[in-house]
């Protein structure tokens, strides 16, 4: 775990430039790379205090995790493999997708975040897509369709 803004990030959301703007393209729209740190930074904060994002996954891995012996039991039934490494397998396998899991359900709230903080700093872009609005006669997105203000 990395410590950035005094939060606590997983390796895979250190706020560096390069791996930002792939992974969040809209954050291309604002100038420098500052910017793109200081909106990232903010719309992590904002949805990693929210209760109703982790709560769940961490109700979900005490579920998976009390489940591990049952699932070891039936393996151990169907193949030879000794207990302790059929149950760290399992174990490794359930905790592997639920972080997979909790990673891309997370990325869509703080994409979400992203759009709502560049709105807020004066940069239109498409809640739905994160398209640059800037100049659109139209209310509408371009790419989408969706209406935007």
């Not at 209760?51 to 591990?68: C, H």
């Amino acid at each position: 775990m990395l410590r950035q803004a005094g939060l606590l990030i997983p390796p895979w959301w250190a706020a560096d430039t390069v791996s930002l703007s792939q992974r969040f393209p809209e954050l291309n729209q604002l100038e420098t790379k500052e910017e793109r740190q200081a909106v990232f930074k903010a719309a992590l904060k904002k949805v990693s205090t929210r209760p109703r994002y982790w709560l769940p996954m961490i109700l979900v891995s005490m579920t998976a995790a009390a489940f591990v012996p049952t699932i070891s039991l039936l393996i151990g039934r169907i193949f030879s493999v000794p207990p302790r490494l059929r149950e760290s397998m399992i174990f490794g396998l359930v905790m592997g997708s639920l972080l997979a899991g909790w990673r891309l359900a997370f990325r869509g709230s703080i994409q979400k975040q992203i759009r709502v903080e560049m709105i807020a700093r004066g940069i239109p872009v498409c809640m739905g897509c994160g398209y640059d609005l800037r100049g659109q006669v139209e209310p509408r997105c371009p790419e989408c369709g969706r209406p935007f203000s």
